[in-house]
């Protein structure tokens, strides 16, 4: 049986490149901080540090993400997106 070899792409992450998921829907998760984010990406611009999400509206999940300590809850809080 042949062997099949895995890559990897490599892709550049610009802020022309990003511009594209504007109106849709992210999840940020960390399991080390045990939090889970979920919203919808208004718009994103270039500043001085770096990359700039807004979000037209973001929510917190009450539990944590998926493999965490503390479990994923079926409740949200919405908080205010910045």
């Not at 809850?73 to 809080?77: A, I």
């Given at each position: 049986?042949?062997?099949?070899?895995?890559?990897?792409?490599?892709?550049?992450?610009?802020?022309?490149?990003?511009?594209?998921?504007?109106?849709?829907?992210?999840?940020?998760?960390?399991?080390?901080?045990?939090?889970?984010?979920r919203?919808?990406?208004a718009s994103v611009?270039?500043?001085e540090d770096g990359v700039k999400f807004s979000f037209s509206w973001l929510a917190k999940n009450r539990g944590g993400p998926m493999g965490s300590v503390k479990p994923m809850?079926?409740?949200?809080?919405v908080v205010t997106p910045s």
């Open positions: 049986m042949a062997r099949k070899e895995h890559t990897v792409d490599i892709v550049e992450l610009t802020v022309k490149s990003l511009k594209r998921f504007e109106g849709g829907e992210v999840e940020i998760q960390n399991s080390n901080e045990c939090y889970i984010y919203g919808r990406i611009a270039e500043t809850s079926l409740e949200w809080d």
